[in-house]
């Protein structure tokens, strides 16, 4: 398991993110899927989109 210690390059607003941030670039994500708006108004970040759990659900949906 690689260990994530950097930190990812946010606004100061959002700090609390960070975290999120630095996994998603860290592991390459698809995509990040979160209802916080301070997230959702990133999109795309880094070449990684956020969305909302719902639009997720629904752009993946297989039905």
Do not use: E, Y
Not at 3 to 25: E, M, S, T, W, Y
Not at 34 to 58: C, E, H, K, M, Q
């Amino acid at each position: 398991m690689q260990q994530v210690n950097r930190l990812a390059q946010v606004p100061a607003g959002i700090k609390k993110d960070a975290k999120f941030l630095a996994l998603a670039r860290a592991c390459s994500a698809a995509a990040l899927i979160s209802s916080d708006a301070d997230l959702l108004v990133l999109s795309p970040w880094n070449g990684i989109p956020i969305t909302t759990p719902a639009a997720f659900l629904r752009a993946n949906n297989k039905h």
